[in-house]
């Protein structure tokens, strides 16, 4: 009976293992006015009962003479069988600490995001299949909209002059590149200069 025992045990541990895979990760550099302020990690990891967990994680710091900004970005996305179950942002900046979460509560999202200058409550019971995390590891080819995890609201996508998407949502814009079906950058567009994320590996 231990022997039994045991090898169900074994048998279980190696189905973790196997099914709880290595996480996918690409490197990005963040520059700002040709100078590099700060770092961009994208995680993809399949876990067992068919979740995948997508982490983005940045790291910024700016020291201008007129112009300081230092943010520590995170965002955590899980899904299950194609559905984001959860999304949270932390962002700890010299502006405040801001927070975003979206969550499925068995017939709809509730969503609550408080980030610098922006806030959304709402509720949503149209199902999440693709949102911004996801693009880092996947082209959205014939998607018209994204779900953006800081914001809780949608980026309108559309064809961009480079092989990739504009993504819009109110007063924001950015341009999303790849190059055969690979994320190699994003330009994030600002008043004051444009933050360009582009891939290191």
């Known amino acids: 009976m231990r022997y039994v025992y045991f090898l169900l045990s074994l048998l279980v541990s190696c189905g973790w293992a196997t099914a709880q895979s290595t996480p996918e990760t690409h490197h990005y550099a963040i520059d700002i006015a040709g100078a590099r302020i700060g770092t961009m990690t994208a995680s993809r990891q399949q876990l067992p009962n068919n979740e995948v967990v997508y982490t983005q994680i940045s790291d910024v710091q700016v020291n201008f003479l007129v112009y300081k900004l230092t943010i520590y970005y995170k965002v955590i996305s899980r899904l299950k069988n194609g559905q984001l179950m959860l999304a949270t942002v932390e962002a ?36 999440i299949d693709f949102t911004i995390s996801m693009m880092y590891f996947s082209e959205p080819s014939g998607r018209q909209r994204v779900y953006a995890e800081y914001f809780g609201d949608y980026f309108t996508l559309t064809p961009s ?41």
């Open 161 to 201: 002059p480079r092989p990739g998407y504009q993504a819009i949502l109110a007063d924001r814009e950015d341009e999303y590149i790849y190059e055969k079906g690979r994320l190699v950058r994003v330009i994030k567009k600002n008043a004051l200069k444009n933050f360009n994320i582009r891939l290191l590996d």
């Open 92 to 127: 700890h900046t010299n502006k405040g600490n801001y927070s975003s979460r979206t969550e499925w509560v068995g017939t709809h999202y509730e969503i609550n995001a408080n980030q610098y200058k922006y806030e959304r409550k709402a509720t949503e019971n149209r199902k």
